[in-house]
């Protein structure tokens, strides 16, 4: 079992490189459909990336998809035990899934992958009011999601076979949230995960100057802003991103990823490298590589940009003992309140 680090060795951050797949995208016209559902096609996808030196696999989302596909977070979870350091990062869309259970499956895949997981919130289908109503939804879902992250110390297992006690039933406390359309009073029924608090990433898309100040996109970049760990600036669709970019460094975004359809050729290769080379200049934690149809096999995983990226001098992660993907993206190990109020209350002794 390979070690995790609370974070990584001292030096510049790594510049990371992830992969993104949809689940439910497009496969190519020669490939039989039941290969989507097949657990060894997706073990086979993970290990050439892993091996390929990328850092994360993003599985997108159902609002994304082409077709029907596997569940993001259920199939995250299946390939979690058999990786050793890439991290898992499944799109969730809110509106669907109870907080409740949405914090126990995150937990669940954080556990899996010890302490390797990640989620990416889509706002979703909250209402008939439209996309402030999703992302007002989607902020009550994070904030109920992360109490229940809270809800269990780390030391609140005990599991002493002599005393027949699994818990100390004082380190696992009761949250109480009510929100618009739910609430909810207990604590998460998943023991505290290796990290604590998952990071989360939210995905904004990049705009014009004109579309940047829309209402919609005003709100978008605001969501993120206050809610993720991590932001991913979407620029799939061609749009050059560096208006987005500025807008969200100077809004204070600490952490953006760039997520681009991947160069075509040596030629689109070596100048997308020394597109990232100018990105990480303006303080972009990474890219990730989004696909327009899912590979056949491991064999058409295209390793070639992480190592081009090194090559240009970009700092990596490979080589360095696994961490989890708070310490990968820069996010501060999570705190638990709960801890800290009972060490505070006892002179910073644990007892």
């Keep these: 079992m390979t070690a995790l680090t609370e974070s990584l060795p001292a030096g ?41 030196g990328f850092d994360q696999l993003v599985l997108a989302g159902p609002s994304t998809s082409i077709g029907p596909g596997l569940d993001p977070v259920l199939l995250a979870s299946a390939l979690a035990p058999g990786t050793g350091r890439i991290a898992l990062v499944p799109e969730i869309v ?20 010890r302490g390797r997981a990640g989620w990416l919130v889509r706002p979703g289908p909250a209402g008939a009011g439209g996309v402030l109503e999703d992302l007002a939804d989607a902020g009550e879902t994070i904030a109920a999601a ?3 992250f809270e809800s269990w110390e780390e030391d609140a297992e005990i599991r002493d076979v002599a005393t027949g006690r699994y818990i100390d ?13 739910f609430s909810i009073h207990g604590p998460s029924y998943v023991p505290r995960s290796p990290q604590g608090s998952p990071p989360l990433l939210v995905r904004v898309p990049a705009l014009s100057e004109a579309e940047a100040a829309s209402r919609s996109g005003r709100a978008e970049r605001t969501f993120a802003l206050e809610y993720a760990d991590t932001i991913i600036l979407d620029a799939t669709t061609g749009k050059n991103p560096d208006h987005t970019l500025r807008a969200l460094r100077t809004a204070g975004a600490a952490r953006v990823l760039i997520e681009v359809a991947p160069p075509a ?36 995983v295209d390793t070639h940009l992480p190592t081009e990226l090194w090559a240009q001098g970009l700092p990596a992660s490979a080589g360095c003992t696994a961490p989890r993907l708070r310490a990968l993206l820069g996010v501060e190990p999570a705190r638990n309140p709960f801890s800290e109020a009972r060490l505070a209350k006892v002179g910073g002794r644990d007892e």
């Design 146 to 148: 992360r109490l229940l």
């Design 169 to 181: 039933r004082n380190r696992v406390h009761p949250i109480r949230y009510r929100g618009s359309r």
């Design 12 to 52: 510049p951050a790594p510049f990371t490189v992830g992969l993104v797949l949809d689940p439910g995208g497009v496969l190519p016209a020669d490939t039989p459909p039941a290969l989507r559902y097949d657990r060894a096609y997706w073990e086979g996808l993970v290990h050439a990336a892993e091996a390929g």
């Design 94 to 113: 809110t509106g669907v899934l109870e907080p409740f259970h949405l914090a126990a499956a995150v937990q669940t895949l954080d556990h899996l992958s």
């Design 265 to 300: 050729g040596a030629e689109a290769l070596a100048a997308f490298a020394e597109r990232a080379v100018a990105w990480h200049r303006l303080g972009v934690a990474g890219v990730l590589l989004r696909h327009a149809t899912l590979p056949r096999g491991p064999e058409e």
